[in-house]
């Protein structure tokens, strides 16, 4: 049995909560030209962009090792501007049971937080939490700020 967790990260984005959203929906192929080091691809590996059911092939880049991923889409609120993803298949799969990336995006005074919870479970009780993966996920978020800014 594996320790169970959640870690949830809200980062400030001042390219425009609707932007980020939509990329991530419609466009995530384009992250390979908006953060090269860390993100160098995406396929589609069943379904189409922005549908739940959807699986898509992640090649991407963290702690200096090339990996891979498979995720499904498992929901989308548009109105909370929220896809929740379910990974199948790939590196983060060799030290977790279970693993769950959801994004959001809140508007609170003016400005738009992108929220990301991940929910996990570690495949034995000395496993680690995803704490260097979060802190990627969150300069992911600022590069694509950093692209957009300017530009909207």
């Known amino acids: 049995m594996g320790l169970s967790g959640k870690l949830v990260a809200a980062v400030e984005f001042k390219a425009g909560g609707d932007l980020f959203h939509e990329l991530f929906r419609y466009k995530p192929d384009q992250f390979a030209t908006i953060t090269p080091e860390k993100v160098q691809g995406c396929d589609l590996h069943e379904g189409e962009y922005g549908k739940v059911g959807s699986i898509i092939n992640w090649r991407y880049t963290h702690d200096g090792k090339a990996k891979t991923g498979k995720e499904l889409i498992q929901a989308i609120d548009e109105e909370k501007r929220m896809i929740k993803?379910?990974?199948?298949?790939?590196?983060v799969m060799e030290e977790y049971k279970e693993f769950f990336v959801t994004f959001h995006?809140?508007?609170?005074?003016?400005?738009?937080?992108?929220t990301w919870t991940f929910e996990y479970e570690t495949l034995n009780d000395d496993g680690e939490h995803p704490i260097s993966l979060l802190a990627y996920f969150i300069a992911i978020t600022k590069d694509i700020e950093n692209h957009h800014v300017g530009k909207n």
């Open 105 to 114: 995006i809140e508007t609170k005074g003016g400005i738009d937080l992108v």
């Open 85 to 91: 993803f379910k990974v199948l298949e790939g590196d």
